[in-house]
């Protein structure tokens, strides 16, 4: 299967606390997990990817997790602001077909 | 940054006419990609291409054709538009191994 699951759909945090989204994949192919933001009426950017020799990765507030072994990645977005309101998308990557699984989306409200 | 372009942005279509969503990148990225995005279900993988001249399906085929007459050109196409049609349409480029995914502006599509 190439699944990718996404949870939550929604999430709602204070401004200043940290937002964790969690995804999952099945394929054991996959090499590398982009995470895409999306703003309303924009289209998706990357902002953090990570590739499977890997376990961390932070860039500018933002922390990816991957954990092989459990087929889990994770996005964490320390002291949250409302300019990180947006859609956030998972996915993951096959190293042998090229084709990239988006997870179904989270909708981050940061409230002030 | 990449530059992908679509045209149109915006399209009202019948049930049973033909649609042709177009897209255009000037990076010379290998790799092009056609996706949907529907509330619920994230972006989907409809067609992608290797180069010029190549086609393959991604995992929702059904409706739709795809064309790459160029490096620089991927269209999408529907000849028998549905209302089950109805969505913003992404389309993407990028290079293999390099695994980023660049995205269009989006084409919002809605088929009466």
């Known amino acids: 299967g190439e699944q990718v699951e996404q949870l939550p759909s929604i999430l709602r945090v204070q401004e200043g606390s940290s937002a964790s989204i969690n995804c999952t994949y099945e394929n054991s192919a996959s090499n590398y997990f982009p995470w895409y933001k999306q703003e309303p009426g924009e289209n998706p950017k990357l902002i953090i990817d990570?590739?499977?020799?890997?376990e961390r990765k932070q860039t500018q507030g933002l922390i990816v997790l991957l954990d092989k072994k459990a087929k889990r990645f994770s996005l964490h977005i320390t002291d949250t602001q409302p300019g990180d309101s947006a859609m956030y998308f998972c996915?993951?990557?096959?190293?042998?077909?090229?084709?990239?699984?988006f997870g179904t989306g989270t909708r981050l409200q940061v409230l002030p | 940054e990449a530059a992908v372009t679509q045209s149109p942005r915006n399209k009202v279509a019948v049930t049973g006419g033909k649609v042709t969503l177009s897209c255009n990148q000037t990076n010379n990225h290998n790799n092009m990609y056609w996706y949907r995005q529907d509330t619920g279900h994230g972006l989907r993988l409809i067609h992608y291409?290797?180069?010029?001249?190549?086609?393959e399906k991604g995992d929702i085929p059904d409706g739709y054709k795809a064309s790459r007459p160029s490096q620089e050109n991927f269209s999408l196409i529907l000849e028998l538009a549905t209302p089950s049609q109805t969505s913003v349409y992404f389309c993407a480029s990028g290079e293999p191994q390099k695994d980023t995914q660049y995205f269009g502006p989006g084409t919002r599509l809605l088929v009466l």
């Open positions: 291409s290797y180069g010029a001249g190549s086609t």
């Open positions: 990570i590739r499977s020799n890997m």
């Open positions: 996915a993951a990557q096959s190293s042998n077909t090229n084709k990239v699984v």
